[in-house]
């Protein structure tokens, strides 16, 4: 019965969400003057109810709204804003939810509102649809009901009109009026029932269609393949050959000044990573030179944004062979200069006190502060101290425009997310809605950073140069994996912890 709830749905095209099986938004930084954190729980379905929570920073009375503003329509024609409600008991929290009626990008607009001022801030989020939700038996049974009313009236009602139509008031219908009346009815019936049979037939093609796209996971499709030239590994992809028609290639946007991260895990045991950035052959296709990662299988997930200010994480697995012998051939390639990789598997993690420490090999030290059991949807303390080889706490220096990155997966692949100090959502998507509401109403709230494009973040340890904090709430309960990257020194440093969330 579940496919006739669905109908609404097919009418919309599914994306799959940037991410994998982690649909929530998180921001952390300052609206306006006040620090600020915000969550937003996105619906599985389309339409439907986002749900917001903000946490402003300050012991100040402020007001807080939200505005929806899709990518497809020009922001004078968002709806009014919503009022959070202030949660009691609490200092400057509040709630609130947004209908998402279309799928696509939205630019979640949270206004804060006091007396020393205002602050705006755009989120982006994507709005799709990556569930089918079941009919309720009860209410299937009473449209079949209804349906059959409907058939076998319309029925009676058109060979009435052909068979009695014409009598006088009171009159008798002879055999030649009844047999007018079956004969039209029948050829109803018949035309009805080869208009069930068709509308059913389509409705199946169109469900198996909206059942393929459909989706929590990966999505464009993802082929590739690995060859060897100049004694360099090189990786060959080619993104949506099956998503996408010849007529419909998308473009896609710079995101951290990068048109393609790429994320290589190896499995089973998750003890080799890299973060890439594949070099553009043509529309669809991608090259990147591997660094010295050790053979075996990688799981890739490789994060793209388009310029609609959709994005969206594709995966697929790829098994690379060793590394070749050194050759004096000239490379037809060349790394990215932001290209990071992690091959030290005997990097210990320890616990010390409360707080858990990653010793790399050149003695650099990445601690995971003290931080509350891992629950389910709960803040997840993702909070990071790094000293230098003496112990002393290190500069950090900014890597493609942020003091951290980090990627987080279950275990088994069904969640993985790329994580900054702001949030989790695309800065390539939020410099889309600047762009567009300074093209649709001159507003400017944001500063258009050349890598970023981000508003102004606050560093989550303002007094506590050598900290940064990722704003992150795990999605489901099982084992994580968590890669928490940071340059110091001119290098990239990758910091490995597990985790189990309850």
Sequence with gaps: MKKWFALALLLVPA????????????????????PAHVVIRMPNVVPGRAEITVQVRSEETVNVSFVPISARTAASNAPPAELGAPVAGETNLYTG?????????????????????????????????IEQ??????????????????????????????????????????????????????????????????????????????????????????AAEVTTTNSRRILHLVIGRKAFSPNDLPNLARDHGKLMHLFLVRQPGHDAFAHVHPIRADKLAFDDVLPPLPSGDYELFCDLTFENGLSSTATNFIHLPPIPDASSGKPDLKMDDDDSWSTNVTASREDSGNDIVCRLDDGTQIIWKKHPALRVRQNAGLQFKVLDASGQPAKLEPYMGMMSHAAVMRTDGRVFSHLHPSGNFSMAALKFFDDKLARDNGRVISTNDPICAMPDMNVAAANDPATVSLPYEFPTSGDYRIWVQVKTGGEVKTGIFDATVN
């Design 15 to 34: 994306f799959a969400r940037a991410h994998i099986g982690s649909p929530d938004v998180f921001f952390d930084g300052n609206i306006g003057t006040w």
């Design 97 to 129: 939810g947004l209908w998402l009626m279309t799928t696509g990008a939205y630019g979640i607009e949270v206004h804060v509102h006091g007396s020393s001022g205002e602050g705006i801030v755009q989120i982006p989020v994507n709005s799709v649809a």
């Design 133 to 222: 939700l079941p009919l309720p038996r009860a209410l299937g049974g009473i449209l079949i009901v209804l349906g059959l009313v409907l058939f076998f009236g319309a029925m009676a009602v058109i060979g009435a009109a052909a068979g009695e139509s014409t009598l006088s008031p009171g009159a008798q219908p002879a055999p030649g009026n009844r047999r007018k009346y079956w004969i039209a009815a029948g050829v109803t019936g018949l035309v009805l029932a080869l208009a069930l049979f068709g509308g059913n037939k389509w409705w199946e093609s169109e469900e198996n269609h909206f059942r393929v796209r459909l989706r929590s996971g990966g999505y464009p499709d993802l």
